[in-house]
């Protein structure tokens, strides 16, 4: 990284520099994060959270066969490929270049073709009502103050009746320690304590931040963004899955969940 870190913590930051934080980052890290995460994630699959939920087993955007499919926060498009496979037509977006970069590489070594577009999930530049279903797998809306333009947006490109799907990590986790083994058990901190993760650099300026929501944010801002909740998925962590993916493992996935997929829908008028 350009500079090294010099203080981390739960601490409110300005808006403009906690939300511009995450391209930098991500352009930084997206090479490190692939290489540890590539073989989990597949390079043409849907993953949903680190417990290994896949598309093709819980079908959360139902029949996807020549639908038109945004993803926003899409890292390197693995869950559009698949869907691509699927036979959907599908974009993907994200804010970050070196991210889209990799995605470039995935789309030549597996010959599946997304179109990648590089783009700030509050101000996606597409037309209105132009697509069937709209999703995140952990993009975007941990990494922005007002995750609320997110789902605007989203409501705003899809046609009524699609859906806009997002998993985020649990907000129960937000109390405990990012730590995957029994240390990470215990809560050490109030689950209504709203202040973002941040890391600086040694010249304070924020490099990482990432915004903690209740449940009840969460709700709140998607029906205040004009959609209908139709589920919320809890993924249990599987015998099988023994990946260690920082906070998340199967110590602690035994006890506690650590991802919440929000299923929703734009009502027709």
């Known amino acids: 990284m350009d500079e090294s870190i010099g203080s981390v913590g739960y601490r409110d930051v300005p808006s403009d520099a906690g939300g511009g934080a995450a391209r930098g980052w991500w352009d930084l890290n997206a ?17 949903w959270c680190p417990e290994g939920l896949r598309e093709r087993d819980a079908g959360l955007l139902g029949e996807v066969r020549g639908r038109r499919v945004l993803e926003v926060g899409a890292g390197a498009a693995q869950c559009s490929r698949w869907l691509a496979s699927q036979g959907a037509s599908t974009v993907a977006t994200d804010v970050s270049g070196g991210m889209l970069a990799a995605g470039a590489a995935l789309n030549r070594a597996t010959g599946i073709r997304v179109p990648l577009v590089q783009a700030d999930a509050r101000r996606l530049p597409f037309a209105d009502d132009g697509f069937d279903a709209v999703f995140t797998s952990f993009g975007a809306i941990p990494f922005v103050p007002d995750a ?66 209740t449940i009840g944010d969460h709700v709140r801002e998607v029906v205040a963004a004009g959609l209908e909740i139709v589920d919320v998925v809890e993924p249990e962590w599987p015998a099988d899955n023994d990946e260690v993916w920082g906070g998340w493992g199967p110590v602690r996935g035994a006890y506690l969940p650590g991802t919440a997929i929000f299923r929703t829908r734009l009502p027709v008028r």
């Open 148 to 213: 609320d333009a997110v789902h605007r947006e989203a409501a705003r490109v899809l046609r009524p009746g699609g859906s806009w799907t997002f998993s985020v990590t649990h907000p129960l986790r937000w109390a405990f320690p990012d730590d995957p083994s029994e240390h990470g058990l215990t809560a050490h901190r109030s689950y209504f304590d709203r202040r973002p993760y941040v890391e600086s650099g040694t010249s304070g300026a924020v490099t990482y931040a990432e915004y903690h929501r």
């Open 31 to 47: 090479q490190d994060y692939l290489a540890d995460h590539g073989r989990f994630l597949g390079p043409a699959d849907f993953c």
